[in-house]
T-cell receptor, first 113, second 112 residues
Framework: NAGVTQTPKFRVLKTGQSMTLLCAQD?????MYWYRQDPGMGLRLIHY???????AKGEVPDGYNVSRLKKQNFLLGLESAAPSQTSVYFC????????????FGPGTRLTVL | GQQVMQIPQYQHVQEGEDFTTYCNSS?????IQWYKQRPGGHPVFLIQ?????EVKKQKRLTFQFGEAKKNSSLHITATQTTDVGTYFC????????????FGSGTQLTVLP
């Protein structure tokens, strides 16, 4: 089992460009999450999903959109990237939201110039 | 909104010394989890505490959950260079939408 995978690993964007980050899990988890990690600020929840076809806003959702068309995939979109979105993005999945361990992907390092 | 504060932000210790990181929540938590992130890596789950006053041990690591379920600590005895990394606590509220709120982490450096 690959666990949680993320693509791409690195990306550089110019301000105003768009992109989609892909997260895939092969553990049949219902719950999936997108976090961003900035120095000194820990992990902040962007959006999450409690099942296929559902999404919800987290702590810092502005400027991002998500979709969960298939149970195993969770996509994070940036429609018009801004330098403030320079960060490391982690996807995670779990069986029970907040009640069991979250399995994290390796992360995507995004730089917006 | 829920806040989880974690101190210290950084800690440098000599190999063999003990280390403790503390986590405090502004609200009562349903459970608390601890994660470790090695430099350049991703967070990896260490443990979950659920009961008031719970204490759990993993070899040299001791985890505690406060009686009021608002604070927690992680203590490492006799640190080793393999303990290097950032330790995060993450709390979950009772009820619906039980998202995890992460503390800002404690970055541990172990000097040989």
């Amino acid at each position: 089992n690959a666990g949680v995978t993320q693509t791409p690993k690195f990306r550089v964007l110019k301000t105003g460009q768009s992109m989609t980050l892909l997260c895939a899990q092969d553990m049949n988890h219902e719950y999936m999450y997108w976090y961003r990690q900035d120095p000194g600020m820990g992990l902040r929840l962007i959006h999450y999903s409690v099942g296929e076809g559902t999404t919800a806003k987290g702590e810092v959702p502005d400027g991002y959109n998500v979709s969960r068309l298939k149970k195993q995939n969770f996509l994070l979109g940036l429609e018009s990237a801004a330098p403030s979105q320079t960060s490391v993005y982690f996807c995670a999945s779990s069986f029970i939201q907040g009640g069991s361990e979250q399995f994290f992907g390796p992360g995507t390092r995004l730089t917006v110039l | 909104g829920q806040q989880v504060m974690q101190i210290p932000q950084y800690q440098h210790v000599q190999e063999g010394e003990d280390f403790t990181t503390y986590c405090n929540s502004s609200t009562t938590l349903s459970n608390i989890q601890w994660y470790k992130q090695r430099p350049g890596g991703h967070p990896v789950f260490l443990i979950q505490l659920v009961k008031s006053g719970e204490v759990k041990k993993q070899k040299r690591l001791t985890f505690q959950f406060g009686e009021a379920k608002k604070n927690s600590s992680l203590h490492i005895t006799a640190t080793q260079t393999t303990d290097v990394g950032t330790y995060f606590c993450a709390g979950s509220l009772s009820g619906s939408a039980r998202q995890l709120t992460f503390g800002s982490g404690t970055q541990l450096t172990v000097l040989p």
